[in-house]
């Protein structure tokens, strides 16, 4: 019999609460032993906490996250009543900037981080260097999406695994040329980890393992995923 294709999702339990200055790969290798090939998803909240991303501000003032939110970013899309429908300096269009009071000691806002690339280039390296294993990283947020009810988590930082897959020029299985398929598959990995993760259990990050080693190489999400401003039907 055929042996099926499989992908397992592991969430990385027992992490303590992130403060500034801590190493995420150091507190995932703690806890988790990671093998080649696998690709390590972590919360974009620990990520910003671990780079000092998180601010003050009065919780009794109503427009205070407003205001965060503007700070963010660089140009605001859609106001309706509290909600903020924002552009940030990642090129990502999302709620608010992404700022975040969830999981945070109240009066306080966790801020995405500056470069999300960067961070995941950053536990990637460390997880090389101290266990001796290459593994693709994702750094994952929780988004809304336009036309759809429901939030989903996506990626806003990876390395070491595809960002997005170009199957154009390629042919399906009854022997057509794709024109348009490009497969955005760290967003796909990331709405897997989230599973296993959940918004309210305290598993801020998960092992995938099982991903096709034809699909970890070098990427970016801001490079490959955020579609370029002249190519956008909708601004």
């Known amino acids: 019999m055929a042996l099926e294709a499989r992908l397992t999702v592991l969430g990385v339990t027992g992490m303590p609460e992130v403060v500034r200055g801590d190493s995420i790969a150091d507190l995932v290798l703690d806890r988790a032993e990671l093998v080649e090939g696998d690709v390590l998803v972590v919360t974009q909240k620990v990520v910003s906490k671990a780079e000092g991303r998180v601010v003050a501000f009065d ?12 700070s963010e970013a660089v140009r605001v899309l859609r ?27 109240e009066g306080r806002a966790v801020l995405l981080p500056v470069d999300p690339d960067r961070s995941s280039r950053r536990i990637r390296d460390r997880i090389r260097a101290r266990a001796g294993v290459r593994v693709g990283v994702v750094v994952s947020d929780t988004f809304g999406r336009a036309w759809r ?8 930082g990876c390395a070491g695994v595809a960002a997005v897959v170009d199957l ?10 794709l024109s348009v398929t490009e497969v955005c598959v760290v967003d796909e990995i990331a709405g897997a980890a989230e599973l296993v993760m959940g918004k309210a ?7 995938v393992r099982g991903v096709d080693p034809a699909l970890l190489r070098d990427s970016s999400v801001r490079d490959e995923v955020v579609r370029p401003y002249g190519e956008d039907l909708f601004r």
């Open 201 to 207: 259990s305290g598993i801020p990050a998960a092992v």
């Open 168 to 177: 154009r020029g390629t042919r399906d299985a009854l022997g057509r040329e």
């Open 59 to 70: 919780p009794g003032d109503p427009d205070a996250k407003r205001r965060i939110a503007e």
């Open 149 to 156: 009810r429901g939030l989903t988590d996506v990626a806003i």
């Open 79 to 105: 106001r309706r009543g509290e909600l903020v429908v924002t552009e940030t300096r990642h090129g990502f269009v999302c709620a608010s900037s992404g700022v975040d009071l969830s999981n945070v000691a």
